[in-house]
């Protein structure tokens, strides 16, 4: 799986987009806001709120990267 955080303009905020092995987008939620408990196990990432949390913060805008937790 891999994420990449993309910057909002104006009133639109930031954005996390959760891709797929083939970089099919799977997950599109704001930033500012954590994954829904039900969501977090359906990505397989149950039990990694706050590294998951951390890692957003330190994520630049644009990169896309491994989601290695």
């Known amino acids: 799986m891999y994420i990449i955080k993309v910057k909002g303009k104006a009133k639109i905020p930031d954005y996390i987009q959760l891709r797929d092995e083939n970089f099919v987008l ?3 939620f704001r930033a500012d806001r954590p994954l829904k408990e039900k969501d ?3 990505y ?3 039990g990694k ?3 998951l ?3 957003i913060l330190d ?3 644009g990169k896309l990267q491994k989601l290695e937790l």
């Open 49 to 51: 709120e706050t590294a």
């Open 59 to 61: 994520l630049p805008f």
């Open 26 to 28: 799977i997950a599109y």
């Open 44 to 46: 397989g990432l149950e």
């Open 53 to 55: 949390e951390k890692l």
């Open 40 to 42: 977090m196990i359906k």
